[in-house]
């Protein structure tokens, strides 16, 4: 076991009922967890959703997690997503501001570079949808600050283990460190 | 119990009838109800399902809760408690906690305003569900009357199935109202979520647990209430008798083993036997069987057991490795896991180690001034568990020193007939959870054993004593304090009396230094206990000789009705042994 600190993704399928988000935030906040971000949304079956978390702490704060997370009637399913081979994604929506002229030029090249999309334009500044592992958002929020961000949002990490063909190491455009 | 009972009943039925019918279908006796204008009509319906559920009327909500508790920690059955909508079902919340962190199998349903009104901040709207969401297993709000059929099987379910604990119904009054027909009364449970039977633990487990006991030298059994909620005591006993591992006991596992038995070293903890902390402090194999490392009885968790190698058996997965990290966790029923190693184990090589834990107990038993010509607490409850060894007798208690007492000086000798709020601490418990245990065994003995702090927390269920024919008896060990502030303020706070005293404030012990001798008593004694319990149509009486001692016991046990016997005692004895909270073994106070 290791206790150093990390950052782990947990994934949770917890039925669709009223309350279960509140329960779960409830009960990761009444007993001290680092809870890093948060993100929900309707599965495939509409009866289910799925959680996915993103805990900080180590080893033993990782398994009362998970353990604690079971533990609710309404958790059907946890999978610690971060030990396995997986895909990560966040997605933000910032608003820069970007005079015509050079500024707006500099910042759409960035934006393609970052595989990002421009996907509103206003007189003084434009609005950029981007979305990748989080050292990828968090790299272009730091190429955006000195442009001056006026506003920002995130989703909150979303993950999925991947599937278990082949030779996963090279997975195409989505292997490990490349996106 | 029964469960519930399978088919449609075509006949039209209203939400509260179905909520009363499924009661009935689940087995349920008793209830513990009172009612408000947003109840009504499952009382209503109750009075149509006459004399198939009692309905028992408490004089406060957190009494009906507790009682619904004594009826559950008793029989090992589901126990039932309804309130009204907003105060009343907050009422319920101390109740309710408790139940969680001692495990009790109660369902408690509540009126909750029409759902139209919900979230208007109606007259006696609180959002219960929200309340309770850390403190039940599980909690409903009940939006459908075609829903009702199903979560009350559900609850009935989670109450008392893998873990037990608390589940709450809230029940808005339109949906009592609302009426269903082609109701099948047995539907499907929907929880994809829940494991309801515990994993077999597999016999490569077992063999491994049961090569750890061979090697070991020194041994100990740790066990807990997992083993009387498990139904697993015969299996303990049979697992000690065959191993000879001595084995100590939670405050939660009294009754699991008799205290007689030669290998029982009593209860650890804070104010456990000394012989049992030196023995957990000793070994080199600690056999932890249902129970969480509660801090009371670890102190320093750290220092606890530092040097064993720890086996932990518990039905909660999230109890492994939470407080105190075990080298084998095991996932499971201890009865089932007991019963396979019964059949697997041998008995290690630990004479030396037997011997020395009966040393340790010849030389450090539980003792009190025998001398003391008044009636010493210790004195009081010895006597109670003298009188009592052969009877059908249930003890409960309050919170505080005359609790640790009673866990000290009276013989458990069965499960189930020690009730005590153990994880939450809550004053008040004894009066009403004496109430649901004599209402599910109305032949039995039923004592409350309580202090005068905690007994007025919940005094007015000596109405519902007298009211509904629970011939409770209360023995009070009325010391005038709350005694066991008062010995934290002599142990660590300069004697400082802070709020300890129960008289009125003109008293000099009511506030200041305090100077008085060990055996002081507190005299201008308020209140009137006897004339209390008189006004209330029990019987009652009031003693300070030690002569007078067992015959009043005696009367108070042969009185037809309920019965206070109020016993004058001092106030400045303590309960040791005492480990001070998150300290050591190594500096435990015995006198």
């Not at chain 2, 957990?280 to 057991?305: N, P, Q, S, Y």
Request: with cysteine; net charge negative; hydrophobic share 40%.
């Amino acid at each position: 076991m290791s206790n150093t600190v990390q950052r782990h993704v947990l994934s949770a399928l917890v039925q669709n009922v009223p309350g279960v988000l509140a329960h779960i935030s409830g009960m990761l906040a009444s007993r001290g967890y680092n809870i890093d971000s948060l993100a929900v949304g309707e599965t495939e079956d509409n009866h289910l959703s799925r959680m996915t978390f993103v805990v900080v702490g180590d080893d033993s704060v990782l398994e009362q997690v998970g353990k604690q997370l079971e533990k609710i009637v309404t958790v059907v399913q946890v999978v610690d997503v971060s030990s396995r081979d997986f895909v990560e994604r966040d997605l933000l929506l910032m608003k820069v501001k970007a005079p015509a002229g050079n500024t707006r030029s500099e910042i759409r090249e960035l934006v393609d570079i970052f595989r990002g999309k421009i996907v509103d334009v206003g007189p003084q500044e434009i609005t950029v949808e981007i979305s990748g592992r989080e050292n990828k958002v968090q790299a272009f929020i730091e190429r955006m600050r000195p442009y001056g961000i006026t506003e920002l949002v995130r989703t909150g990490r979303i993950a999925m283990v991947r599937s278990k063909t082949e030779h996963n190491a090279s997975g195409g455009t989505e292997a490990r460190g490349a996106s | 119990m029964s469960t519930a009972r399978a088919g449609t009943d075509p006949q039209l039925m209203t939400g509260a009838d179905i909520l009363v019918k499924s009661l009935v279908d689940h087995g349920v006796e008793v209830l513990f109800a009172y009612p408000g204008g947003c109840s009504m009509p499952m009382h209503q319906a109750l009075t149509r399902f006459g004399t198939s559920l009692r309905t028992i009327l408490p004089r406060h909500e957190q009494g009906g809760a507790f009682a619904a508790q004594g009826y559950a920690r008793s029989t090992g059955k589901v126990g039932v408690v309804m309130a009204t909508s907003g105060p009343g079902a907050t009422n319920l919340v101390t109740a309710i906690a408790d139940a969680k962190l001692d495990s009790v199998p109660i369902v408690c349903i509540t009126g909750q305003v029409p759902t139209k009104a919900i979230g208007s901040d109606a007259f006696q709207e609180t959002p219960m569900v929200e309340v309770c969401r850390g403190i039940t297993k599980h909690h409903y709000l009940v939006t459908k009357v075609s829903d009702l059929p199903r979560i009350m099987k559900e609850a009935f379910h989670l109450a008392q199935s893998g873990r037990p604990g608390p589940v709450l119904i809230d029940m808005p009054k339109d949906v009592q109202l609302g009426n269903l027909n082609e109701i099948d009364m047995d539907p499907a449970m929907n929880l994809p979520g829940y494991e309801s039977v515990a994993p077999v633990v597999p016999s490569e487990t077992i063999r491994q647990i049961a090569a750890a006991i061979k090697l070991a030298r020194r041994p100990v059994i740790y066990a807990g209430g997992g083993i009387i909620l498990g139904e697993a005591s015969e299996e303990l006993q049979q697992f000690v008798n065959k191993t000879g591992i001595p084995v100590t006991t939670t405050v939660m596992g009294i009754g699991a083993i008799p205290p007689e038995h030669e290998r029982s070293m009593d209860w650890l903890g804070m104010h456990g036997a000394a012989y049992a902390n030196y023995a957990v402090r000793d070994c080199d194999l600690l056999i932890a069987l249902g129970v969480r490392f509660d801090d009371r009885v670890t102190g320093k968790v750290e220092a606890f057991a530092k040097d064993a190698k720890i086996i932990h058996i518990d039905i909660d997965g999230s109890e492994l490795n939470k407080n105190k990290t075990a080298h084998i966790p095991v996932r499971g029923d201890v009865k089932q896991a007991l019963t396979e190693l019964n059949k697997v184990i041998e008995q290690p090589e630990i004479k030396d180690w037997q011997d020395h834990c009966e040393q340790l107990k010849a030389k450090h038993p539980l003792s009190y001034d025998q001398e003391f010509d008044g009636i010493l607490q210790q004195h009081a409850i010895k006597v109670l568990s003298d009188v009592t060894a052969d009877m059908d007798t249930y003890i409960t208690v309050g919170v505080g020193q005359h609790q640790m007492w009673a866990a000290q000086f009276y013989k458990f000798r069965r499960p189930r007939t020690w009730l005590s709020s153990s994880g939450l601490g809550t004053m008040g418990f004894g009066l009403p959870a004496a109430m649901g245990v004599q209402a599910a065994n109305p032949n039995s003995l039923v004592i409350d054993i309580d202090g005068d702090g905690s007994f007025q927390m919940n005094v007015q269920e000596l109405a519902t004593c007298f009211c509904e024919d629970l011939p409770v008896k209360v023995l009070l060990l009325n010391n005038q304090h709350l005694g066991m502030v008062v010995q934290w303020e002599d142990r660590f706070m300069g004697r400082n009396r802070a709020h300890t005293y129960l008289g009125p404030i003109h008293h000099e012990e009511a506030a200041g230094p305090s100077n008085a001798d060990r055996f002081s008593y507190a005299e201008n004694r308020y209140p009137d206990f006897v004339k209390i319990a008189q006004g209330y149509g029990c019987g009652a009486a009031t003693i300070r000789d030690k002569c007078d001692l067992e015959p009043a016991i005696r009367e108070m046990i042969a009185h037809k009705g309920p019965y206070l016997l109020d016993v004058q005692v001092p106030y400045q004895e303590h309960v040791l042994p005492m480990i001070p909270g998150g300290m050591t073994v190594d500096d435990m106070i015995l006198e």
